[in-house]
Each structure stands twice: as C-alpha cells, then as structure tokens.
C-alpha cells in the first residue's frame, strides 16, 4: 500500500465513525487528566485524532488541546464536534512522521486507536523531545470481553475476514509478538506505565453493528467496494441469525495506558 493511500484510508470512514464507534467515557479522560497532574490551559496534543473523540474531551476540561490527523476529512467533523461541545480545539493535519519540536511541548500527548499504525519507536523517540519531562502519553483503545453478550463480536469479526480483514498487515501484525505495545514504551524513555479503564454496557442494533464496520479502513466503503452492499447483507444475515429481533448488548473495556518517564509525580 503507497503511502498516500495509506494516509487517506480512513476517508469513507468518517461518516461513520462519529456515530458508530465506541466513545471514550468521560470519566476515564479526567482520571487521565488527573493522574497526569493536568491543569487548565495545559498543552495537550491529540496525535491521530480522528474525529476527536479525545480531542473534545480533553479540551472540556479545559486544557489547549491540538488535534492532529492526516485526513482532512476526520479534522473537520472534530472541528465540528469541538464547535458542538463548545470548546475550541487547534487543528493540524498531519501524521506522526509530521511531528516536530517546532510544534511546541505539550504536557500529554494522547493516541486513540492510532498507535498501531505508526512507526512506533520512531514516534516515541520524536515524543521525547515534544512532552515535557514532567509530561507523558496516554495511549487509549477498547477491548471487548468474552462475555455471553458480545456473541455478536465473534460473528462480525468473521463476516469481516471473509471480506479481507484478516488478510490486513496490521491485523496480521496483531497476531505476532509485536502487538502490544510495552515493548515499545520500556525501549522508550516513558518506561513508567499506568492503566486505567472503565466498562461499559449498552444496547446495540444491527445497524449499529453494520455502521461500526464501515467505520473501520479494514472494511471501510472504499475497500470494498463493488462488494459494500454484500458486506452489509451478508453481516445483517449472520447477525439476524443469532438474534432474530435484531437487538444485542455490547459490553466493552475502553482503556487507557498512561507511559511517563520514571518518577515522574502526578
């Protein structure tokens, strides 16, 4: 995949991804908040923010928060999202290999599901010069538990990789011993690590379930295709099997892995 393919695989995503993928709660962002030791006015720089999930929340908080991201599209709907929440959020485009110490430091840099799909140890040690040594970053992501009511979870997932999820570098990678990314922190000088999560539980549609995999580049509108539409029959069908009345519940753990450098006091 070239690089600016790469860059804008998230472009048809955006439609869906405000609405259908799984928020962080905003607990979990001021306990962040706080055990970093942010105040009001800190400069805080959400790296990969897509529509600005993170980026709204911690700028509600009132941090000066900058969002950045490669995909004009993403900026937009979080300068839209910003705009609803009433806060005001700075706007970059640009991906991690954009970061520079002629941005400025910030107090905390954090990643939403975006961390993956960066050069790692290239991205941290760019870090090191960008947070300031009283600063960290938080890296967020979600997991679903294998409880009886995310049955629903193993069904799309293997809808997905008849479609060509599996085949993904990166869901590949996720397999191997790379997937986590402890490695690459302890290898980095934010070697202090603190997790954090909050579980949540709520009700989902089949619609919801359809739109959260079009949210997804592994299995966006663009990817696909000719096949989109199949994708999203062949998804309803196998969903409607396991409960006729199309209605689930989806219990998931959204986490946050807060990496600072040792001894630093929040």
């Known amino acids: 995949m070239n690089e600016a393919h790469q860059r804008r695989r998230f472009q048809s995503t955006v439609v869906y991804y405000q609405r259908y993928r799984l928020g962080y709660p905003d607990r979990l962002i001021a306990r962040v908040a706080r055990l970093s030791g ?13 529509t600005g999930m993170l980026a709204v929340g911690f700028a509600k908080l009132g941090m000066a928060v900058t969002a950045m991201d490669p995909e004009p599209a993403m900026l937009a709907e979080c300068e839209e999202a910003a705009r609803a929440a009433g806060v005001t959020v700075c706007l970059r485009q640009g991906s991690s290999s954009d970061l520079s110490v002629s941005m400025g430091h910030f107090r905390l840099v954090t990643m939403g599901r975006s961390f993956h799909w960066m050069d790692r140890a290239a991205t941290l040690e760019m870090l090191e010069h960008v947070v300031t040594q009283d600063g960290g970053v938080a890296l967020f992501h979600d997991s679903h538990p294998p409880v009886a009511e ?117």
């Open 150 to 266: 995310n049955s629903w979870f193993k069904v799309m997932r293997e809808v997905q990789d008849r479609f060509g999820r599996s085949d993904e570098p990166h869901i590949k990678e996720r397999r191997s011993n790379h997937a986590r990314y402890e490695p690459f922190l302890f290898a980095s000088q934010f070697r202090q690590l603190d997790g954090l999560s909050v579980t949540v539980r709520q009700p989902l549609t089949i619609d919801d379930l359809v739109g959260r995999a079009f949210s997804m580049s592994t299995c966006s509108r663009e990817k696909l295709g000719d096949r989109a539409d199949e994708f999203a029959s062949v998804l309803s069908a196998a969903l409607r099997e396991l409960s006729p009345d199309g209605k689930f519940v989806e219990v998931a753990e959204l986490v946050a892995l807060l990496a600072r450098r040792p001894g630093a006091d929040a």
């Open 38 to 50: 942010l105040q009001p006015g800190d400069p805080v720089l959400d790296l990969g923010a897509g």
